[in-house]
Nanobody
Framework: QVQLVESGGGLVQAGGSLRLSCAAS????????MGWFRQSPGKERAFVAG????????YCSDSVKGRFTISRDNAKNTVYLQMNSLKPEDTAVYYCAGRDSGSVRQLPSEYDYWGQGTQVTVSS
């Protein structure tokens, strides 16, 4: 059974940085396409960034492009989300997700595995 565990969330001032990590176990991580999503109260879960199994292909949503970077270390079974120049509107619970296919997708329904989420709060 695949397990995804996020870490690295917290409280940060606007303009600051955080790095989220997602550690995978119980499966073949190197084969998975991975993504980060976020959800704030009253809103749907939204795609933030995705990375292919090899790490060659990455994609970020327009709202975070130029500020967030997704990467992965297949030797450590871990995917990262580096978040810079954080804004109050980035406040949300951030979820790590994996899919058996190695490609990047933006819809939550296209992911097979989910972490429990980590809270990111950006104060103004």
């Amino acid at each position: 059974q695949v397990q995804l565990v996020e870490s690295g969330g917290g409280l940060v001032q606007a303009g600051g940085s955080l790095r989220l990590s997602c550690a995978a176990s119980g499966g073949t991580f190197r084969n998975y396409g991975m993504g980060w999503f976020r959800q704030s109260p009253g809103k749907e879960r939204a795609f933030v960034a995705g990375i292919s199994w090899s790490g060659i292909y990455t994609y970020c949503s327009d709202s975070v492009k130029g500020r967030f970077t997704i990467s992965r270390d297949n030797a450590k079974n871990t995917v990262y989300l580096q978040m810079n120049s954080l804004k109050p509107e980035d406040t949300a619970v951030y979820y790590c997700a994996g899919r058996d296919s190695g490609s990047v997708r933006q819809l939550p329904s296209e992911y097979d595995y989910w972490g429990q989420g980590t809270q990111v709060t950006v104060s103004s």
